[in-house]
């Protein structure tokens, strides 16, 4: 009966976040007829995410959210560094690029993780991620100073920091 009460609240919790965000987005606030649709077609969204298993246990993973601040801060940060090597690499007049791919291990154990990883080194110039599978990411990067593993590592236990399913080395929690 517990899994059934937290299934139903967490379809409650969409369903009220879909909507507001509908609302938000649509700007129709006097219309009620289309505010019905709009009801309607959340409702209906919810629904079926439901019946073809779409919702689970990471579906809101609010465990995540207080760790996502500081790192987004920092990536922001680390994107700007990025930027900057790129673009001096870029107004050279020799370019001195030199592309290569490195693999770097994914110690995170859930798919969120893993995901926030990848995406975060594609978001970063100068590096996008090629491949996923069980051994890790597989990374291009332009130069060599973008293919510093160790830096990419660091993003890594980074993310493995907020992804609670994760043990990190050096971390005694």
């Keep these: 009966m517990g899994s059934v009460t937290r299934n139903f609240g967490r379809q409650v919790i ?3 976040v879909l909507m507001v965000l509908w609302l938000l987005l649509s700007g129709y606030f006097d219309n ?4 019905g649709f709009g009801i309607a077609s959340v409702l209906f969204t919810v629904w079926m ?3 073809a298993g779409i919702l689970d246990s990471e579906g809101v993973p609010t465990n ?3 760790g996502v601040l500081t790192y987004m801060f920092w990536l922001t940060v680390e994107i700007g560094k990025a930027n900057i090597a790129v673009a001096v690499e870029a107004l050279r007049p020799t370019l001195k690029l030199s592309p290569r791919m490195i693999r ?3 110690i995170q154990a859930s798919d969120l993780g893993k995901t926030i990883f990848a995406n975060s080194v594609t978001l970063t110039p100068g590096t996008v991620t090629v491949d996923v599978d069980h051994r890790g990411l ?3 990067a332009l130069t060599e100073a973008l293919a510093d593993e160790a830096a990419i590592a660091e993003m890594g236990h980074k993310v493995a920091r907020f992804d609670s399913a994760t043990p990190t080395p050096g971390d005694a929690s």
């Design 14 to 16: 969409l369903a009220i």
């Design 32 to 35: 009620p007829l289309l505010v």
């Design 49 to 51: 995410s439901q019946r």
């Design 64 to 66: 995540v959210f207080p």
């Design 104 to 106: 770097v291990p994914a």
């Design 138 to 140: 597989v990374i291009h």
